[in-house]
């Protein structure tokens, strides 16, 4: 499983969707952060302490695709790095599952499995869970995400999946 990993609130959402898995999960798990995130690999590295499975995971830093505040001109060549960093995560990991929910960083990502599904390299299963502060309109990578049909999503509201038909709801998952 290969798990994306963004910064501030997608870090703490994502490790509760982990724990529902519990401390025994058979799953090796793959996680992937931005560089220069110390914090979301602090938190992996305290929420797999917890874990009775310590062994059965490894960390993945990938370069933005953009920085905040970034100009969307100047970010084509950030963008071409962080995408030839995904291919390789995505080629050596090949995960049966990628796992994200919202963060910038898992598009890269995203387009690399779809990419490798084409070419019938790779069978990985895409699920992004709709962040839970996402209550009227996706997120923007959530819209491209579900514009190019990437894979299976999630919203965790009901108003989200009466205006986007393609997408689950299940309740509160976080």
Not at 33 to 39: E, I, K, L, M, S
Not at 75 to 88: F, H, P, T
């Amino acid at each position: 499983m290969l798990i994306v990993l963004g910064s501030g609130g997608h870090t703490m959402e994502m490790l509760q969707l982990l724990s529902t898995l519990g401390p025994q999960s058979p799953y090796p798990r793959s996680y992937v952060v931005a560089r220069g995130d110390p914090a979301s690999l602090a938190k992996i590295t305290q929420f797999e302490l917890e874990r009775a499975d310590q062994d059965h995971y490894r960390v993945h830093a990938i370069p933005r695709a953009r920085q905040v505040g970034q100009a969307y001109w100047s970010a084509v060549w950030s963008s071409a790095r962080a995408g030839l960093s995904a291919l390789w995560i995505v080629f050596s990991d090949a995960p049966l599952l990628l796992l994200c929910n919202g963060p910038g960083t898992c598009l890269p990502l995203c387009l690399s499995v779809a990419l490798f599904k084409v070419l019938g390299l790779l069978h990985t299963r895409q699920l992004y869970v709709e962040s839970v502060a996402r209550v009227q309109t996706l997120s923007l990578t959530g819209k491209i995400y579900y514009h190019l049909r990437l894979g299976d999503m999630v919203v965790q509201w009901p108003s989200l999946a009466k205006r986007y038909p393609r997408v689950k709801y299940n309740g509160l998952l976080v």
